[in-house]
């Protein structure tokens, strides 16, 4: 017979040692997940990981108490409302405590010090939502392109932003302008060549093809385009509606407005103008029996997160922040008595702009990073390195919460996760202002604790 949990005790090893907790401190055993790793987070913190569908902070208990790096395979989760696992070698059973011989751990009191004191002490309220920039006249799109020529379509049309699969499973009988089915969501994507649709030629097959989904009577539709550039950003002012000739070549799509940004001209495209109505009704036809086998959409509203990789970990950004993307091969002017973390200055928009190595702030190292993610910072915008922007995804916002409140810089770094967003990992989101913040303070801090020269 099973002893009550106030009068039983969780037996576990850890190292070299035997320990003991009260079952009443225990709601569960678990098999450690894959996990995120929180940059700038004590040093007993193994990550951040799934588990039954909530982000749980996974602590290493053989670090925490001096013995040994941890690694261990078995986690017991912890009762209460703050979320938590430790991380044990192996859970020796449940015993009733008269019986136990081994050393007593209080488990919430020993992991203490990894959180900070109250659920969110110090943070602001806004937090727990997406992160507000200023008020600017500014419009969003996700940018591409197709041979040598620019194309964009307005965030608030686009649900992701995916990598196009080499091979499509083609559908008898479909609709002409449907290339093959690529696999989404645990279901079929049908998928459209978008050179076609606009009257070029098809373009090339490289590993830099993606897939822009968007929503063409109701049912999700991939258009295939030869790589994409990123979040586009540009004044009210700068897009104008597109002149009448531009619509009148042998493609189908409309051009719906021209944007003037610095690299140029883009050409605005618009969802509900790729089609004609008749072509419209008989790609939502095509598209119902791949939306059968989709799983059931996320209830209520989502937001736009722009996933990008730092150091192997997959972080994200909410994409009303970000002002532009660029590759990493952009012209960067080293910038004098610069700390570490500042890879050095380029022109964005006209102006000078730092750009922050990202990889040394998250303690990852110097790799070959290949793209520049430009966030808003006040009237400018500052650079973040990183390894790839990957994709623009949509989270739904009931899958979102408050990040852990871990110790430290990491518990004001990332304001919110989504459990189980990609291969079973959590992924955190980064509170840019907080970001900016740190940087801000630690290099003022290199600053003040530089040598200088004494004055003649």
């Known amino acids: 017979m099973t002893a009550p949990a106030d009068r039983a005790a969780v037996v576990f090893r850890v190292g070299a040692r035997v320990l003991a907790a009260s079952a009443a401190e225990v709601a569960a055993v678990a098999r450690r997940p894959a996990l995120t790793r929180a940059p700038h987070a004590p040093p007993a913190l193994a990550g951040v990981g799934a588990l039954n569908g909530r ?109 196009a699969p080499a091979e499509l499973t083609e559908v008898p009988g479909a609709d002409p302008v449907i290339v093959g089915l690529a696999p989404h969501d ?5 998928v459209v060549e978008l050179a ?11 590993a830099e093809a993606r897939l822009v989904v968007v929503e063409i009577g109701g049912a999700p539709v991939g258009l295939r385009v030869e790589r994409v550039l990123g979040v586009l950003r540009v004044e009210t002012a700068a897009v104008t509606p597109a002149p009448a000739v531009l619509n009148r070549g042998r493609g189908e799509a409309r051009i719906a407005a021209i944007a003037r940004t610095a690299s140029g001209l883009t050409a605005i495209l618009s969802s509900g103008r790729l089609f004609d109505a008749e072509t419209t009704r008989r790609l939502e036809a095509s598209a119902a029996p791949a ?15 722009l996933v990008f990789r730092v150091g192997g970990e997959r972080y994200g950004l909410p994409a009303a922040a ?67 922007v990957e994709r623009l995804a949509r989270v739904g916002r009931d899958a979102l919460e408050r990040a852990p409140p871990l110790a430290g810089d990491a518990g004001a770094l990332f304001a919110r996760v989504a459990a189980m967003e990609l291969d079973g990992r959590p992924l955190l989101v980064v509170d840019t202002d907080e970001a900016l913040a740190q940087a801000r303070r630690d290099s003022r801090a290199a600053d ?3 040598p200088r020269k004494p004055r003649p």
Do not use: K, Y
């Open 55 to 163: 982000a749980t902070p996974v602590i290493e208990l053989a670090r925490l108490i001096g013995e040994g790096e941890g690694g261990g395979a078995e986690l017991l989760v912890l009762e209460g409302e703050t979320a938590a696992a430790v991380a044990v070698d192996r859970v020796e059973g449940v015993r009733e405590r008269d019986r136990v011989s081994a050393d007593w751990l209080d488990l919430r009191r020993t992991v203490a010090g990894m959180f900070r004191d109250g659920a969110r002490a110090g943070r602001r309220e806004a937090a727990a939502g997406p992160s507000q920039p200023a008020a600017r006249a500014e419009l969003s799109f996700v940018e591409f392109s197709l041979g040598r020529q620019r194309f964009a379509l307005p965030i608030a049309e686009t649900r992701a932003v995916i990598r």
């Open 186 to 190: 645990s279901g079929a994507l049908p």
């Open 196 to 206: 076609a649709l606009l009257g070029l030629p098809a373009p090339g097959r490289g």
């Open 291 to 305: 939306q059968a086998c989709a799983a059931p959409a996320a209830s209520g509203e989502s937001e736009p997160v």
């Open 322 to 388: 970000v002002e532009a993307t660029a590759r990493a091969s952009t012209r960067l002017s080293p910038a004098p008595n610069a700390p570490p973390f500042l890879a050095g200055v380029t022109a964005h928009r006209g102006r000078p702009t730092p750009v922050i190595d990202l990889r040394a702030r998250f303690g990852c190292g110097r790799a070959d990073a290949g793209a520049i993610v430009f966030v808003q910072a006040g009237d400018g915008a500052v650079g973040w390195l990183v390894d790839a």
């Open 448 to 450: 003040a604790a530089r």
